[in-house]
């Protein structure tokens, strides 16, 4: 292998010096916006109008101080930029570029297997894109198409789609090679006889199945049915619980305003602590109860697994009583009364109590929908509840992620009854997938469930503005772990719910239920 230098430069690109990204992509700030200018090393387009809500943050920042060769950077702005602006004057004339300017999100996957590209090449040595050859080339793509263990070993294949990026990069510096300043791969180099990185991937076509398997009977049935009951018979209780965290927070926090400091320690507020403690016996309320772990923290700190204030929540008790806190020293003074109170009204979770009854999923018996709860308790449940009418919606309803996520208040469509008896529910979203920046208002017709199941989400919906995002960004992968964990757990298994099996291979249905 050569180790030629390349040519000096000055560090400026013989094309994009100075240019407005924004500007050269034809994509809209807001007024007081910042623009990227090409020589920023780190692209901002957090606030570019019409990004989807699926783009993260993070993803909409271009970072490029990851390569820290500063002619690889160059031409890794150029490459991206040249992506973002196809009709650029230098850009346009290349015979292998992209005639249509690629999403936001396609660059940032650009220059992400860029920086993978680039750091593989340092560690080999490599100094100068001149240097690279088909064998570079296949090396780079076998690198990354093999799932290696610590020992080097092959022990699997990466994803088609993993294997395309990676042919891709490549063919992306052969095709725009012409357009680079400062380092570009030799005139004469065709990777793979010049096939297309999905042939190169031997990417499935699509033409005789599904490219993203669907979800198998052993998941999909127990997941939909949990995620049916919880939907239709707990919903409109966690909408009621829902409601009551948000009253009980307001409470907390207009008693917030009125809660003064504590004076010296030694000094114990007994009336003030024998007034909230009067209250809970004169209407029988149950004292607050602390979270297990707290209630664990506890024990570390030495306290008796046998004391009966183990679990009280005194902070609670404190801020009640207007105190900012319950300190430890007041506990001798005020134990004889804490005591008493227990034993007269005992001690309960604050959410939840006295339950109504609601069937078991086989319907030969009735329970309480929900046993006591903490406020984490009752918030993850809420969340639980969500999460059920999102698998719903998802489900049956066939959308993708980034159409559930454009979702707003107010998009159920007034249900149309066509004819007698047979009634027509629509929701609009917007198409994202191959759209335009911004997307293409569509509507979707779908049946009586998926419809409950978005009127839930507005319901559920902790700020309900007309035109808010109703469900937002949301990882689906970790919205099903902890649906199935719930499902599978003591307060699943309570209602009567069938566990979800294990999936070895993913989360079970992210990958079919949303593309």
Sequence with gaps: MSTALAPAFDGRSAVFAGADICDEAGLALPDNAAHPAFEDDTWDFTHVIGLPTQLSPSMRRFDFTQITDSRWRLVAKELVLAMLAPRHQSVAPLPRAFRNPLHVTSCRARLDELVRFFTWLGERATISLQQINTRDCEAYLAH????????????GEQSHGTRRSAAQVVVDLVNYRDLFTADRVPAELRPWGGATAS???????????????????????????????????????????????????????????GIRRVGPKNRVPVRELSEILAEYTRTCTALPMLDDHYISKRLAQGWAEDDPLLPVAMGTLARRAGLSQFCHPWLPTMRPALEDALAQVGIERPFGRDADPVPAVDGTSSL?????????????????????????????????????????????????????????????????????????????????????????????????????????RFSFNVRFKWFKSWAN??????????????????????????R
């Design 144 to 155: 990354r198409r093999y799932v290696l263990d610590e020992h080097g070993a092959v022990v």
């Design 368 to 472: 309480p929908w929900t046993l006591p709860l903490s406020r984490p308790q009752a918030v993850a449940l809420v969340g639980i509840v969500r999460t059920a009418a999102i698998i719903t919606a998802a489900a049956i309803s066939g959308m993708r992620a980034s159409e559930l996520m454009e979702l707003r208040i107010g998009c159920r469509r007034p249900p149309d009854e066509t004819v007698p008896g047979l009634t027509r529910y629509r929701i609009a979203s917007k198409i994202v997938k191959g759209q335009p920046l911004g997307g293409t208002a569509d509507e979707w017709v779908v049946i009586a469930p998926v419809y409950r199941a978005i009127e839930l989400l507005e319901q559920l919906h902790d700020a309900p503005a007309e035109e808010a995002l109703l469900i937002g």
């Design 489 to 514: 757990s003591g307060a699943g298994q309570r209602l009567g719910l069938a566990p979800i099996p294990r999936d070895q291979s993913t989360c079970g249905c992210c990958g079919a239920l949303c």
């Design 199 to 257: 042939a190169v991937a031997e990417m499935p076509s699509g033409r005789t199945e599904n490219k993203t398997q669907p979800v198998s009977d052993e998941i999909m049935q127990p997941m939909l049915t949990a995620a049916l009951y919880l939907m239709s018979t707990l919903g409109p209780h966690a909408v009621d619980l829902a409601h009551k965290i948000r009253e009980s927070d307001l409470h907390s926090a207009r008693r917030a305003q």
